[in-house]
């Protein structure tokens, strides 16, 4: 992150995190430490699940997390509503000196996650935890959004190759870069982005557009002319005038690659009714001998529209998907938060907290939680939420934190694994970062644990996913506490 944006990252915050950091500092309540956990409420796009990311970007910067000089004379300059200075030197001063002293657990990228799981959970000093709120939700929050988005695409396309075409259409440049990496890790084999590809060590694809078809007198003049420049990267964009000459022109030009010793790659087609075009191109392709040329489609595709041409029977063997991927279309926003749960003297035990709502979605968890994965061979059968510091006792069962009537026993013959592994502890990273490559991987075989039900793109089923019932009877007791103190 610091090589490509050369900056610090200690001021992407909202200023109501300074704000507190100031308040904690004046009332002299900066070493109590405290537990947050980020999460996200509902299953994206109506989904049965969510793809964690981001994680790289996080422990990137944390690991250099310090206000420089010239944040620190930024904020020297900030006034409140009397003119005069919003924080006072000795604050900065210590902003200067402080370094980052938290640890922080979470779940690896790549990991199938679902709603009101932590994702992170951050234990330190209560100043350093807030100003870490903000940066780690926006890391967090997209990048987790766009690999579920890519997984749902890929889902829709079955063993075919999607490729992300988002650069042009992506909320900026940090948007499209991220976009672009988080959709690798969620399936898709390459992108059109060329600078994500150098950074983040994606794959890249791409041909010629439709300015390179109108820049010549003819169609087959155009064909003829990318395949002496680029005669082992041929697929060429054959709707630029009438789409099935195209093809035919498409094919005229891969004959003569062939009497050179080189292959036409395959077509694109960008536009019209991609079901029918892509059947009779496939038909022409295949009378010519061109039996393994990969008719590639693009032109706003998502999901559904992926799943809808397949029903349809259409003839497409490589999806190029871009806006409605990398935008995160269906849903601008994960929507994950950033609760406390518990918080302490040094030497003392836990205080646990909870936010009340009069939506219970919206009551947050207290305590310092981890999460169990159980698995019945290689497959995954539930998730329980637990108190770290309570455990799971021998006879257990989970209760959704939502619905209470809704309760799941656990069989004490299953396997499991705990989600959250650490990642820093006392500011200092004990984590080794996997590469891209093993990140999707990862995503993969995460994904292929789980029943096709729960992956499906329409009314899928709901995945097993509920609070460890001494926790749940924490969590009700100290609602029951805060609403009594409230009346």
């Known amino acids: 992150m610091r090589q490509l944006y050369r900056h610090s990252f200690e001021l992407l915050t909202d200023l109501y995190q300074l704000t507190m950091a100031y308040g904690y500092w ?6 109590k430490e ?15 699940y969510a793809v964690a990311s981001g994680l790289e970007f996080v422990v990137q910067m944390l690991r250099e997390y310090r206000f420089r000089d010239h944040d620190l004379a930024f904020l020297a300059d900030l006034k409140g509503n009397d003119d005069q200075p919003m924080f006072e030197a000795a604050f900065l001063e210590e902003l200067r000196t402080m370094r980052f002293q938290c640890d922080i657990d979470a779940v690896p990228e790549g990991t199938v996650v679902f709603a009101h799981e932590p994702l992170l959970r951050v234990i330190g000093p209560i100043m350093q935890c807030q100003l870490l709120e903000t940066a780690l939700l926006n890391i967090v929050n997209f990048q987790t959004l766009i690999a579920t988005k890519a997984s749902r695409v890929c ?10 075409f988002g650069l042009r259409r992506a909320q900026g440049i940090d948007g499209a870069l991220t976009a672009s990496r988080a959709a690798y890790i969620g399936g ?8 994500a590809g150098k950074l983040f060590g994606i794959p890249v694809k791409g041909t010629h557009a439709h300015s390179w078809i109108m820049s010549f ?3 087959p003049e155009a064909f003829e002319a990318y395949a002496a420049a680029m005669p082992n990267n041929c697929v060429f964009l054959v709707d630029t005038y009438d789409t099935i000459d195209g093809v035919r022109n498409a094919v ?9 010793g080189h292959q036409m790659v395959g077509i694109r087609l960008d536009s019209g009714d991609l079901s029918s075009l892509s059947s009779t191109a496939r038909r022409i392709l295949d009378e010519a001998g061109f039996e393994q040329a990969a008719i590639v489609a693009s032109n706003d595709l998502d999901e559904k529209l992926i799943s809808n041409l397949k029903k349809r029977g259409a003839a497409i063997n490589v999806w190029g998907v871009g806006t409605r991927l990398v935008t995160g279309d269906g849903q601008p926003a994960l929507g994950g938060v950033y609760k406390l749960a518990a918080i302490r003297r040094p030497g003392d035990n836990w205080s646990y907290r909870v936010k009340l709502s009069e939506q219970s979605v919206k009551s947050s968890t207290p305590g310092v939680l981890q999460i169990r994965r159980f698995k019945n061979g290689h497959k995954a059968t539930a998730d329980m939420i637990y108190s770290q510091q309570e455990g799971i006792p021998d006879e257990s069962c989970m209760i959704d934190p939502v619905d209470s009537t809704q309760r ?5 013959s299953e396997t499991w694994d705990d989600l959250l592994v650490p990642i820093f502890r006392l500011g200092q990273c004990v984590y080794d970062l996997p590469n891209i490559a093993a990140i999707r991987k990862r995503c993969a075989e995460q994904l292929n644990s789980f029943h096709t039900g729960i992956k499906q793109n329409s009314h899928p089923h709901q995945y097993p996913v509920g ?10 007791q100290l609602i029951m506490d805060a609403r009594r103190t409230e009346s």
């Open 26 to 31: 004046k009332s002299g309540s900066t070493d």
């Open 34 to 48: 405290a537990v947050f956990h980020l999460f996200f409420r509902r299953n994206p796009f109506g989904g049965g």
């Open 155 to 164: 889902f829709a396309a079955g063993d075919d190759p999607v490729l992300e």
């Open 188 to 195: 898709c084999a390459a992108t059109s982005n060329v600078l």
């Open 217 to 219: 007198d003819s169609e």
């Open 252 to 260: 005229q030009t891969g004959l003569k690659l062939r009497k050179q």
């Open 408 to 412: 799941h026993p656990i069989d004490d």
């Open 467 to 476: 609070l460890e019932a001494g926790l749940h009877a924490l969590q009700a």
